[in-house]
């Protein structure tokens, strides 16, 4: 389940707490806020219809799901306007009434589809390869559909990947708690929660996955995802204490299953190092860094993305460091160079993470040279005393 409130006050529940309405399902903290939500919340107009949606959990998402349509058609009106649906080919929705969306890479009159259109496809094309037993391989590319666009191949964005996100959790929640899809529909719609930032809202979805996983026996590898997806949440909404926790955790357990060297383990470690930026622990930074950096340069090579994020990172440690030498800040000149270059060439010199980094190319240069003429500054003084020191008494007249 994803809700998780009390229906009446918004109390957080938890799993298992509470109260349940015995007809539809609908949480309470208590009996006081149940007899208070049928008297005055309305409810008593509304058991019935929940009931027949089929509970509580299959309401929500229905609802939720055509709140999230209407956003995401609204969202997309510049660009689908006078246009009609690739898959439908009407311009409004025969059934339902819903405009036109688009949220991916395609252009021109290509891509246009109605919501609804996109989650009947996917859904038919997953329940063949579920009847037909197609094997893992077809079962993903399929199940992909209710993510990625199957005209340009990339993942759809914001509100259109959240609509995707509740069409997908109102198909396959009715479940068992065991179930494949069911645990995939609740990844992709804490996915596009996020990516329309309803941040809250994708923690509570994100923290209902990760107790679903720890309680049904979910794979090492499964869990290990789950676990990254809600570290990410709890950055998102500024609860880096908890991130850092989470994101420890789980570049140990990827360095563990995987070792050193494998891609997850790196990406695991770029996670957990930024979460020790946000919350200026420029020690660790660097002791982990020192670590992971060279595997990452030998592995994935220099224009790898995961190393030139380790690199900045590890650079701007040095210069946060306010026991720096002069070493550390060349070095940190050096390399904010190298990886500006790098960016240039990879990700083109608009790029923001180009830009970024020849920001920090400026200001780290000033940096040295400040720290340059302070230093000499020290030499010259000393060197003028020591001049001193080493004219005999008596010469000065
Ligand atoms: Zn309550
Ligand atoms: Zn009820
Ligand atoms: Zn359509
Ligand atoms: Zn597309």
Redesign the pocket.
């Known amino acids: 389940m994803i809700l998780t409130q009390c229906a009446a006050c918004a109390a957080p529940l938890g799993l298992s707490l509470g109260k349940k309405c015995g007809r539809c399902s609908t949480r309470y903290c208590g009996p006081e806020c149940q007899v208070q939500h049928w008297k005055e919340g309305g409810h008593d107009q509304l058991c019935k219809k929940i009931k027949k949606a089929g509970g509580a959990e299959q309401y929500n998402a229905n609802q939720r799901y055509a709140e999230a349509v209407t956003v995401a058609a609204e969202a997309c009106t510049d660009d689908t306007n006078g246009q009609t649906c690739y898959i439908c080919t009407q311009a409004l929705h025969r059934k339902t009434k819903e405009g036109l969306v688009?949220m991916?890479?395609?252009r021109g009159t290509?891509?246009l589809a109605h919501v609804s259109c996109l989650a009947e496809q996917a859904k038919i094309l997953v329940a063949e390869a579920e009847e037909n037993h197609l094997g893992s391989k077809a079962f993903n590319s399929r199940f992909q559909r209710w993510h990625h666009?199957s005209?340009?191949e990339?993942e759809y964005h914001g509100a259109v990947l959240c609509a995707l996100g509740w069409a997908c959790w109102k198909t396959y929640l009715g479940r068992p708690e065991a179930d494949e899809l069911r645990g995939l529909a609740m990844t992709n719609l804490g996915n596009g929660l996020s990516a329309a930032d309803h941040d809250e809202e994708a923690l509570m979805v994100r923290e209902a996955e990760f107790s679903m996983l720890r309680r049904v026996g979910g794979s090492e590898i499964s869990m290990l995802g789950s676990q990254s997806n809600l570290a990410n949440s709890y950055h998102n909404i500024g609860r880096d204490d908890e991130a850092l926790r989470l994101r420890r955790d789980n570049y140990s357990r990827w360095l563990k299953l995987c070792g050193e060297e494998h891609e997850h383990t790196l990406l695991a470690a770029n996670n957990y190092v930024l979460s020790l930026v946000t919350l200026q622990l420029t020690q660790e930074v660097k002791s982990v860094l020192r670590k992971t950096m060279p595997v990452a340069r030998r592995v994935l090579g220099e224009s790898h993305d995961s190393t030139l994020r380790m690199r900045v990172m590890y650079a701007a440690a040095l210069c946060n460091d306010t026991d720096a030498t002069l070493d550390d800040l060349r070095e940190a000149v050096t390399t904010f160079e190298e990886t500006a270059r790098i960016a240039r060439r990879v990700l083109g010199s608009a790029h923001p993470i180009a830009v970024d980094i020849e920001g920090k190319v400026r200001r780290s240069r000033e940096a040295l040279r400040a720290r340059e003429a302070s230093e000499s500054r020290v030499v010259d003084v000393t060197s003028i005393r020591e001049a001193l020191e080493a004219m005999p008494p008596g010469d000065a007249n």
């Open positions: 688009r991916c890479a395609c290509a891509g666009c005209l340009c990339q």
